[in-house]
């Protein structure tokens, strides 16, 4: 699996959950550029749902997300004011003309809400939006919040995936990330939801994370894999302290080097995949019958801020403090700050404070970087169709890539420009060779690999 390239390979990029990718936002794009984003659906359209809940009762180490601790409960309470504020004002802006096709619960731990909350949350969306029959509502789930009337909560609302952060099972390495959370406690937690009729669980893996070996990794992954969750994401851990400060509570001395943090992916996709689950994209693995899988044999997989998705929807609105929006237009960030976002949405204004608006050459980038991260190919074909002049000029620059590579990252076979299996693991990097902004920025990012 080409180890000598993990080494010069392990440049920090994007994830590539969007393109162009968050750091290149600017104030340009605000409310009033939202607001007419949201008026310009039309009727029929279907859309989805982010809800971010940016607090925790105790913050893990590992964490990247926009969350903060707090040991009381009456934040959490003023926070539900403002975004049930937010979501009646989006509603009366689409009301009448989407329908909601999924919805996807965030953080922080959306799980730490109070069951009477989180009930009355699900509610209003019901109440405020037209949801579609078959509509997919997804939660992630902290396994150390959860009791009875918080699984009876979730069962209530119509959750349909829930999905639990693992990370490692090994205590050293727990204690080292501050997130102390047993197998027995997790199995619970999974038994609970799937007696309450949930149809689906996804399993959150880390590789990367300090004092893990390979041994450790597989030791989790086996321990995982005996819960027959219907998904696995094994992601990299990302130490960005420079992002989020709290991460410099992980000594950097504990972390694996790259060609060892390559090592414990493919030691754990391996594993994964031999016992029956279907590799999707970079970093996600599936039962051959799950959505997931489908989607990704169909060539209908999609990649959004959640990660890998069989949502087909264009526009995904995003709730609460720092969620992000898409829409066909371009992409529009909320206030981060919690406090002003609360100011911002209680006269029944938006809390979008920043975005970018796709050009066409944003849109052909955008869509190779998403086929190769989802398919690990795009069509020549395909490309030149769908995008005309535009994608001939982004052929001419495929094409002088491929011929180019001597590492043969990209390979032209036919009509197809395809990573071959054994550079899969550098999509990330070979993404990044489209991506125009990412020289003319100052953002820091992730470990490729």
Not at 128 to 135: E, G, K, N, T, Y
Not at 237 to 253: G, L, N, S
Not at 427 to 449: C, M, N, P, Q, W
């Given at each position: 699996?080409?180890?000598?390239?993990?080494?010069?390979l392990?440049?920090?990029?994007?994830?590539?959950t969007s393109?162009?990718?968050?750091?290149?936002?600017?104030?340009?794009?605000?409310?009033?550029?939202?607001r007419?984003?949201?008026?310009?659906?039309?009727?029929?359209?279907?859309?989805?749902?982010?809800?971010?809940?940016?607090?925790c009762?105790?913050?893990?180490?590992?964490?990247?997300?926009?969350?903060k601790?707090?040991r009381?409960?009456?934040?959490?309470?003023?926070y539900?004011?403002?975004?049930?504020?937010?979501?009646?004002?989006?509603?009366?802006?689409v009301?009448?003309?989407?329908?909601?096709?999924?919805?996807h619960?965030?953080?922080?731990?959306?799980?730490?809400l109070?069951?009477?909350?989180?009930?009355?949350?699900?509610?209003?969306?019901?109440?405020?939006?037209?949801?579609?029959?078959?509509?997919?509502?997804?939660?992630?789930?902290?396994?150390?919040d959860?009791?009875d009337?918080?699984?009876?909560?979730?069962?209530?609302?119509?959750?349909?995936?829930?999905?639990l952060?693992?990370?490692?099972?090994d205590?050293?390495?727990?204690?080292?990330?501050?997130?102390?959370?047993?197998?027995?406690?997790?199995?619970?937690?999974?038994?609970?939801?799937?007696?309450?009729g949930?149809?689906?669980?996804?399993?959150?893996?880390?590789?990367g994370?300090?004092?893990?070996?390979?041994?450790?990794?597989?030791?989790t992954?086996?321990?995982?894999?005996?819960?027959?969750?219907?998904?696995?994401?094994?992601?990299?851990?990302?130490?960005?302290p420079?992002?989020?400060k709290?991460?410099?509570?992980?000594d950097e001395?504990?972390?694996?080097?790259?060609?060892?943090?390559?090592?414990?992916?493919?030691?754990?996709?391996?594993?994964?995949?031999?016992?029956?689950?279907?590799?999707?994209?970079?970093?996600?693995?599936?039962?051959?019958?799950?959505?997931?899988?489908?989607a990704?044999?169909?060539?209908?997989?999609?990649?959004?801020?959640?990660?890998?998705?069989?949502?087909?929807?264009?526009?995904?609105?995003?709730?609460?403090?720092?969620?992000?929006?898409?829409?066909?237009?371009?992409?529009?960030?909320?206030?981060?700050s919690?406090?002003?976002?609360?100011?911002?949405?209680?006269?029944?204004?938006?809390a979008?404070?920043?975005?970018i608006?796709?050009?066409?050459?944003?849109?052909?980038?955008?869509?190779?970087?998403?086929?190769l991260?989802c398919?690990?190919?795009?069509?020549?074909?395909?490309?030149?169709?769908?995008?005309?002049?535009?994608?001939?000029?982004?052929?001419?620059?495929?094409?002088?890539?491929?011929?180019?590579?001597?590492?043969?990252?990209?390979?032209?076979?036919?009509?197809?420009?395809?990573?071959?299996?054994?550079?899969?693991?550098?999509?990330r990097?070979?993404?990044?060779?489209?991506?125009?902004?990412?020289?003319?920025?100052?953002?820091?990012h992730?470990?490729?690999?």
């Amino acid at each position: 699996m080409r180890p000598e390239l993990a080494a010069r390979l392990g440049e920090n990029v994007p994830r590539y959950t969007s393109y162009p990718t968050a750091p290149h936002f600017h104030p340009g794009v605000d409310a009033t550029a939202c607001r007419g984003w949201m008026e310009a659906l039309g009727n029929g359209d279907e859309i989805s749902l982010y809800l971010h809940i940016p607090y925790c009762d105790r913050l893990c180490w590992f964490c990247a997300c926009h969350t903060k601790q707090t040991r009381h409960y009456e934040p959490v309470t003023a926070y539900l004011r403002s975004l049930h504020a937010e979501i009646a004002t989006v509603a009366r802006i689409v009301a009448g003309k989407a329908g909601v096709r999924a919805v996807h619960l965030g953080g922080g731990s959306p799980t730490m809400l109070k069951p009477e909350d989180m009930v009355a949350l699900g509610a209003a969306l019901r109440a405020s939006f037209d949801f579609l029959p078959d509509a997919r509502i997804s939660v992630e789930i902290e396994p150390n919040d959860m009791d009875d009337g918080r699984l009876d909560a979730l069962a209530e609302i119509g959750m349909t995936r829930a999905s639990l952060g693992v990370q490692d099972f090994d205590p050293k390495v727990q204690k080292a990330i501050n997130r102390e959370q047993s197998f027995l406690l997790t199995k619970a937690v999974v038994d609970g939801v799937r007696s309450r009729g949930v149809e689906s669980v996804n399993l959150d893996l880390l590789y990367g994370l300090p004092h893990q070996t390979r041994e450790s990794v597989s030791s989790t992954v086996e321990q995982a894999l005996t819960l027959e969750p219907d998904r696995i994401a094994l992601f990299g851990y990302a130490h960005v302290p420079w992002f989020k400060k709290h991460q410099t509570m992980i000594d950097e001395a504990w972390l694996p080097g790259p060609v060892e943090r390559f090592a414990q992916s493919q030691l754990a996709a391996r594993a994964i995949v031999d016992k029956g689950y279907e590799a999707i994209g970079l970093d996600h693995f599936a039962k051959p019958g799950d959505a997931l899988a489908v989607a990704s044999r169909s060539g209908t997989l999609h990649r959004n801020f959640q990660g890998y998705t069989e949502d087909r929807c264009e526009t995904l609105i995003g709730l609460g403090p720092s969620s992000i929006s898409q829409f066909r237009q371009g992409y529009a960030q909320n206030m981060p700050s919690t406090a002003e976002y609360g100011r911002m949405v209680a006269g029944g204004g938006l809390a979008a404070i920043r975005g970018i608006v796709l050009s066409d050459d944003d849109r052909v980038r955008g869509w190779i970087i998403e086929r190769l991260m989802c398919d690990f190919a795009f069509s020549a074909i395909d490309l030149v169709e769908r995008f005309g002049e535009c994608g001939r000029r982004l052929l001419l620059e495929a094409s002088s890539m491929a011929l180019k590579d001597p590492d043969r990252l990209l390979v032209l076979d036919g009509d197809r420009f395809v990573v071959p299996a054994e550079s899969r693991p550098f999509v990330r990097s070979i993404a990044a060779k489209f991506d125009t902004y990412l020289e003319t920025g100052t953002a820091r990012h992730s470990a490729a690999v």
